[in-house]
């Protein structure tokens, strides 16, 4: 609080009697136009200046400002085409996952009819959980099907769409006509229709729509069923009854719970009026598995999110749940950020990039922290020419850096594509009761995965491989490893030995149990057991010799691929990893942040001081004033008491000009805005006191 405020003279009382008001609007005076004038009305133009603001993109420049409008033009365009293409992807897996229910309530929904059901209304009973977002797009698309074939549509309730029965059919009418016409239609189906008016709530309206249209089938869901009045409930089902030989409708309902819970809600009266099929809609977190393995492990990518970034995702989806569409927004604000925010994400756009300025981009280049450590590495290996050319020459840090930067891209694809074969792996050898590629690449993406016991226990896996098995795996592996001449002889001394070989069982090697065995020998009246290897026939010797050389090729293999991304260089242009991710911004504190602004205004404020004043003062707000003195008494807290802590702080440091009647209005504000943050609340033990509500760091 300014000081220079309370040495003003206190105004003098009103005569209207407002001085007992508890609040006071001050409007300032134009001092443009004289008193009592009423402006001129302004004609409203549009300039071409307020055109081109509106066309323009939201990035701004970057480098302190230095960074050309060709880069900044090209962040956002490589921005749009980088998250259009994943948000297909995206799209394409949820299509996927609703494909198997969309097509079994479509096929519900086309085949049946009150004539099948012996008059009964045809029901689909749809039990969603918690992934109440499947439900809204499997309507969706029912709706694009039945629309598109001039079949019908879907109308959806809300449980707010039906606060009593007159506006649920109202909204019923209104949803079913506007679903094809529009709004414009609606209301020219209303005046246009011959004969007497009828009322918005009359099922007649309905019945002409179907008539005109030729609807066959017309689906009314209750998204949130649950939440639906069961008065208002029966009584709809009673007379949707009693128009199904007018009004084709077939029922469905989304339900959070459980069939019997959502039945026991209904009289049986209602209950018996429905007849139908359940489904089942699968829960989405195997649905945000596969859209981050899609993101990510993609053969063609070229930006990823790294080890903080993912660890956060996958804790707040296991804190509680989240949509796919909530996680997709998560990983698009996450993308956005690094293009807004990195100059050097200009590097990553398809096209090349001549005309942008390369010494400012060169400049950044050279500040990054993987960029030095590179120079100092080949410093170590005596590359001395080659770092001071890239030191000193710009064009030729750049084609390196352009030339590092596809590297390190390729290195990122193949450190996923190995993450995959991992996965596949583990899941075919049952290695492990359940896994994931999220689970798999936080440890990739920290570098933990190459010492993990994950693979060991492939490794060793790898060695017991039969030869059904083994032909398997030679499917699964990446085209990195697929590719090696290695492999390729591998492959064909394998396939020979499985076309001269006559057994009927598969080839093992040595090191499967079934070709060990035990000998038992008696020393000194005591048994000793031993193991040894069972002598093996020529075929599944030399199928040992190849599983040992592809035991060596993978781990080669796997030991080369699995590197930390933070020793790439360049790693900061392709893979966004920030310290605390998304956490602040998706998961936010805010009581922490109110706290702190009271304890500690000048965090958040310009101090008029030298520097910021750690004990209470003045020249705080009023409310962080009497925050810090609340902090320091007890549960019980004497409102006179407070207010002569209060008055103290300004009569120190104001001393005899300290306006007492100033310093009070301020008192009571501060104290008024603490109750309604919760701090603090009026005691019923004392008239005169008021009690604690809220403890610091709780």
């Known amino acids: 609080m300014d000081p220079d405020l309370l040495d003003a003279e206190p105004a003098s009382a009103p005569k209207d009697g407002s001085n007992t008001q508890g609040v006071y609007i001050y409007t300032p005076a134009d001092q443009s136009n004289p008193s009592g004038e009423r402006p001129s009305k302004r004609r409203k133009v549009v300039s071409e200046n307020g055109q081109k603001e509106r066309n323009c993109h939201p990035f701004v420049p970057l480098l302190n400002g230095d960074e050309d409008a060709k880069s900044v033009e090209l962040r956002y365009t490589t921005y749009q085409q980088l998250w259009s293409g994943q948000e297909a992807k995206i799209q394409e897996i949820l299509h996927d996952v609703d494909a198997e229910v969309l097509a079994s309530v479509s096929s519900f929904v086309q085949s049946t009819s009150p004539q099948t059901y012996d008059g009964c209304i045809p029901a689909a009973l749809v039990t969603v959980g918690s992934n109440v977002s499947s439900l809204a797009r499997l309507l969706a698309r029912l709706n694009d099907q039945l629309s598109t074939a001039g079949d019908g549509g879907v109308i959806v309730l809300e449980s707010g769409d039906a606060p009593n029965l007159k506006t649920t059919l109202k909204n019923i009418i209104r949803f079913a006509i506007t679903n094809t016409e529009g709004n414009e239609g609606y209301h020219n189906f209303l005046t246009d229709r011959e004969g007497p008016r009828v009322l918005g709530y009359d099922l007649d309206l309905l019945g002409d729509y179907v008539k005109r249209k030729g609807a066959k089938k017309l689906v009314l869901a209750f998204r949130d069923s649950e939440a639906f009045d069961p008065g208002i409930l029966t009584d709809l089902l009673s007379l949707l009854s009693s128009w199904l030989d007018r009004i084709p409708f077939t029922l469905l309902f989304g339900i959070s719970t459980s069939v019997e819970l959502f039945e026991g809600r209904l009289p049986r009266a209602s209950v018996a009026l429905l007849r139908g099929r359940y489904f089942e809609l699968h829960e989405a977190s195997n649905c945000v598995d596969r859209i981050y393995g899609k993101l990510q492990a993609e053969p063609d990518g070229k930006f990823w999110l790294g080890r903080n970034i993912t660890a956060a995702l996958f804790e707040k989806s296991n804190d509680y749940f989240q949509t796919p569409e909530a996680f997709s927004r998560t990983v698009k604000y996450a993308y956005m950020s690094h293009f807004f925010a990195n100059p050097l994400a200009v590097l990553l756009a398809d096209e090349s990039v001549p005309d942008i300025r390369r010494d400012k981009v060169c400049e950044a280049i050279r500040n990054l922290p993987s960029f030095r450590r590179y120079c100092e590495e080949s410093i170590d290996e005596g590359s001395v020419a080659i770092v001071r050319d890239l030191l000193e020459d710009d064009g030729t840090l750049f084609q390196h850096s352009l030339q590092q930067l596809t590297a390190g891209q390729q290195k990122m694809r193949d450190i996923f594509q190995c993450v995959k074969l991992m996965h596949l792996l583990l899941k075919k050898l049952n290695l492990v009761k359940k896994t994931s590629i999220s689970d798999l690449s936080i440890r990739a993406l920290s570098g933990e995965l190459p010492d993990s016991s994950l693979v060991d226990d492939v490794l060793l896996a790898v060695k017991t491989l039969d030869s059904t098995l083994l032909r398997e795996v030679f499917s699964m592996l ?187 209005s301020l008192f009571y504000r501060a104290l008024s805005e603490l109750k309604a943050l919760g701090m603090l609340k009026s005691s019923r033990k004392k008239a005169d006191h008021v009690a604690k509500s809220a403890w610091m760091g709780l």
Request: net charge negative; with cysteine.
């Open 478 to 664: 990446p085209t990195t490893l697929a590719d090696r001449p290695e492999l390729s002889e591998i492959r064909a001394e394998f396939e020979a030995l499985v076309q001269a070989y006559n057994g009927s069982e598969p080839l093992r090697t040595e090191h499967d149990k079934r070709n060990s065995v035990v000998a038992t020998t008696v020393v000194q009246q005591r048994v000793k057991l031993s193991k040894g290897k069972a002598k093996l026939p020529q075929e599944h010797i030399q199928y040992t010799k190849i599983i040992d050389r592809f035991h060596a090729l993978l781990e080669a293999y796997l030991g080369q691929t699995l590197v930390s991304p933070q020793d790439l260089v360049l790693h900061e242009v392709f893979l966004l990893d920030m310290r605390n991710p998304l956490k602040e911004i998706f998961t936010p504190r805010p009581r922490f942040a109110v706290e702190r602004a009271l304890s500690n205004p000048f965090d958040y404020l310009i101090s008029s001081a030298d520097k910021s004043e750690s004990k209470v003062s003045a020249n705080q707000p009023a409310t962080a004033i009497l925050y810090q003195l609340y902090l320091e008494s007890g549960s019980l807290v004497n409102v006179f008491d407070l207010w002569q802590a209060f008055y103290a702080v300004f009569e120190s440091e104001q001393g005899q000009s300290c306006d007492e009647r100033t310093v009070m």
